[in-house]
Each structure stands twice: as structure tokens, then as C-alpha cells.
């Protein structure tokens, strides 16, 4: 039997909406008089917030468990969060007996309860999907990062044929528009100058016939918020309003996170992804003709079943039609439970890393000649943090290229720039004249 913990510490792993979770998470344990625990220091509670989006995911969250026992034989407390929660259920606790709690991403407002349980000898699991009640029932947000998440929809029912998320996050749920926009307020008067609107699908947002271009426009008009973005999105969602407000809101980032995945038709159907090569070109297109320098960043999956060579090369060829700016690219991993599972002609591992190697080459190309072509420009960055050098800060620039400084301002602090030099993955700047005088 496990004592009640005084102290805690979270290890998200995965996408923004775990980050956010686990923000939340600490939030509430903090509220209910919780500390977490120092950098490095023993924690009496560990919650591992989950990913379940590769393969081996739930083996790798089983052997972070298992990592947590003492040398001296003894453990913290161990509550398994997030996706792999969700997948597994009751079953985690049969994987391993050093697992006193199973919450899934919709139910960590319960923890506290939960804790209680499990302090008392019992090992509780809940993985129900009340997605709502979770916002209601968690405290007000706290202290902010310079550039804070706010997760305004949950869920996804676009059921794509290798993916987990429609069984571990359950069908889309928009939040209510009252709620975000009080916890955009809540945000920003805690030091928030850029919010991140977070959403599997982030542009399906819809509340009272309202749709995420009105909530974008409702929020920048509150009072200390420098910028806004959304992630992640959608192509079927790309709405005219959204692409419209590329062009007239000022504090909305030049910056589209838009997943393809692949660039042929038939593995876009046999993905279940509900639109052709085609349709997400004209998208990208109507966003470009709007917002001329937005910065395009994407997904992509190498080796579906039964992906051709022939079909590979197509998905070479969008990347250097949109010449991306930033893409994140994966090896096809069969989900459990996934329809493209049981689908025949599964890619052999070594076509799929010589498939993945190329992709990156070629998406590496673009993305340095995107940075080359803002070098020379006078920009803002909002500075997050200190840089490896001394006197030096890194902040984000419109683009949501990395950029780092010479300079004496603050982590929050909006700054005028001249970008000087472009590198793969950040760039460098130098503070404008006006500044230094
Ligand atoms: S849109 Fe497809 S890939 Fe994205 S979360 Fe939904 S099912 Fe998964």
C-alpha cells in the first residue's frame, strides 16, 4: 500500500494536447496541495502521460514503470495517464502490478479521488469519455508560459485506417466558446502573450453555428495577447472564413500546420483521409493567394501497406510542390486495433528507412531555403527563453522558426528583429537599431 504523496512529477510524452494535459494535471495537483517535486529530486507520486500514436508505445510506457523502482526496492506512487491508459484500461494493472492508477486523457480531473483510493490499498481505473466535465471540474489555469496551449476541441471521428486517436480520445467535442475564451483571459493575465488554440482537429471547431475563425477573431481582441495559432489541423476543415482570416487578422501567425500524410490518391483513400491530392493543393493554394509568405508545415507517413515506389515518389513530388517549411515525417507503424493492421502487403522495415531518409533529405532542402528567404527581413520574435550562450535568448518568429538574440529582454518580451543568418532548424537575429540606441 502506497502512503498519500506529498510530492508529484508528470512525464508527458507525444502531441501539444499531452503537453497541455499534463499542464493541467499539474495544476490540479498543485491545487490540492500537492508540490511538485524539484528537478531531479525523488517524487512521491509519478504520473506518465502517455502517447499511444507508435508502435511499441505501450511497451515503451511499461518500461518507464518498471524504471521506477528504488534501489532500495521501494517505488512512488504510479498512475498511468494519456493514450496508452486509455487503450489498455484494467489490463495495465495485469501488465504490471506497480501501476496503482489507469485515467484516461478525458477522466484526470478524477486524480485526486483517485489517489485517495489508491492510498487506501485499492488500484482504481477509469477511462470513461465525459470530455466536458473534465474543463469543469479542473481549477483555474495558473502561472503561463510566454506562449501558452488552450485545448479548444478533443477527439476525432475522420477515422483514418492507421490511427489510434478516434479509440483513445473518442469522437470530436468542441469546447464551449464562454469557457475558452475565459480561460483565454485567465491565460493572458498570467503572462501568456501567444496563444496556441490545440485541437486533434483543431479547425472542426464549431459551437452555436460559431466556427474557429470567429473564435480566432474574439480572442485577439482581448486585451495583452501579442499573437495567436492553431494546430493541428485538418484539410477537409480548411474553411473559406478560416482562410479569410489568414488575411485580415494581424495577430494570427502567417503559419498552417496542414497533415497530407501521403501524395497519392490511392493511399490517401486507403487511408481514409476523405480528400485527394488535388483538393489539398487547391486548400494550399487559396491560403497562399491570402497570407503570400505563410509558412506551410506538414505530416507525412512512409510505407502504408502496400505503398508503391511509384506512389512514394509521389509524395516526394507534393513536398516540392508546397516546398514545406517545417514537416514531420514518420514510419507507417501498425496500431493495434486499426483497420490498416490487418491490411496486406505491410512495407518491409528497411524499405520504409530508406523511404524515410530520402523524405527527410528532400523536406530538409525546403526548409533551409525557407529560412534562407527570411534572412535580411525585419520581423518580431517573442522571446521564451535563455540560449546556450550568455547574453543570448531564444524566442519564435512569426514563422515559428526558432530564433535566437543577443539580448537583455525577458522571456514574454515581443522584440523588433532583423534576421541575419538562416540555419537548418533555427535562425539568427539581430536587434533592431531602434533598441540599441
Ligand atoms: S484526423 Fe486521422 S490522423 Fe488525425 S487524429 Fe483523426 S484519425 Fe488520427
Not at 44 to 54: P, S
Request: some cysteine; overall charge neutral; hydrophobic content about 40%.
Amino acid at each position: 500500500m502506497q502512503s498519500t504523496p506529498k510530492t508529484f512529477r508528470i512525464k508527458s510524452f507525444g502531441c501539444q494536447m499531452n503537453v497541455y494535459d499534463g499542464e493541467r494535471i499539474s495544476e490540479l495537483l498543485t491545487d490540492r496541495g500537492l508540490a511538485a517535486a524539484p528537478d531531479g529530486a525523488d517524487a512521491d507520486l509519478v504520473v506518465l502521460n502517455t502517447c499511444h500514436i507508435r508502435e511499441k508505445a505501450a511497451d515503451k510506457a511499461y518500461s518507464d514503470v518498471g524504471r521506477l523502482k528504488r534501489d532500495d526496492g521501494s517505488r512512488p506512487m504510479i498512475a498511468l495517464a494519456g493514450c496508452v491508459a486509455q487503450a489498455e484500461g484494467a489490463e495495465a494493472k495485469r501488465r504490471s502490478s506497480m501501476i496503482d492508477i489507469v485515467v484516461g486523457p478525458q477522466s484526470y480531473h478524477r486524480l485526486p479521488e483517485m489517489i485517495a483510493e489508491a492510498a487506501g490499498g485499492a488500484r482504481p481505473v477509469d477511462t470513461d469519455m465525459p470530455a466536458i466535465s473534465k474543463f469543469d471540474a479542473l481549477p483555474k489555469r495558473g502561472r503561463a508560459n510566454p506562449s501558452a496551449f488552450l485545448t479548444v476541441q478533443e477527439g476525432c471521428d475522420k477515422f483514418c485506417t492507421y490511427c489510434v486517436v478516434p479509440y483513445t480520445r473518442g469522437a470530436e467535442i468542441s469546447r464551449p466558446w464562454a469557457d475558452i475564451v475565459a480561460e483565454a483571459h485567465l491565460l493572458i493575465d498570467s503572462g501568456a502573450r501567444e496563444i496556441i488554440l490545440l485541437g486533434q482537429n483543431v479547425n472542426a471547431w464549431e459551437y452555436d453555428g460559431r466556427g474557429l475563425a470567429e473564435l480566432i477573431r474574439a480572442i485577439v481582441r482581448i486585451d495583452g495577447l501579442e499573437r495567436i495559432r492553431y494546430t493541428t489541423s485538418h484539410p477537409v476543415n480548411m474553411s473559406d472564413s478560416l482562410i479569410a482570416a489568414h488575411g485580415d487578422v494581424d495577430k494570427l501567425m502567417p503559419y498552417l500546420h496542414l497533415p497530407v500524410q501521403s501524395g497519392s490518391d490511392r493511399v490517401l483513400n486507403a487511408m481514409n483521409r476523405s480528400h485527394s491530392v488535388e483538393s489539398y493543393l487547391r486548400t494550399i493554394e487559396k491560403v497562399r493567394a491570402t497570407r503570400p509568405d505563410i509558412a506551410i508545415s506538414g505530416d507525412f507517413i512512409v510505407g502504408f501497406p502496400g505503398e508503391t515506389e511509384a506512389e512514394f515518389e509521389e509524395t516526394l513530388q507534393i513536398v516540392d510542390a508546397v516546398r514545406y517549411a517545417a514537416a514531420y515525417s514518420f514510419k507507417y507503424s501498425p496500431r493495434p486495433g486499426t483497420p490498416a493492421a490487418m491490411m496486406e502487403d505491410q512495407i518491409e522495415r528497411e524499405v520504409m528507412e530508406d523511404r524515410l531518409a530520402r523524405l527527410h533529405s528532400r523536406i530538409a532542402t525546403h526548409q533551409l531555403a525557407f529560412n534562407r528567404s527570411t534572412v535580411g527581413l525585419d520581423t518580431r520574435i517573442l522571446v521564451e527563453r535563455p540560449g546556450k550562450r550568455h547574453g543570448q535568448m531564444i524566442g519564435r518568429s512569426p514563422w515559428l522558426q526558432s530564433v535566437h538574440a543577443q539580448t537583455t529582454a525577458a522571456p514574454g518580451t515581443m522584440i523588433d528583429v532583423t534576421m541575419t543568418a538562416a540555419g537548418a532548424n533555427s535562425m539568427a537575429a539581430a536587434i533592431r537599431q531602434k533598441e540599441a540606441a
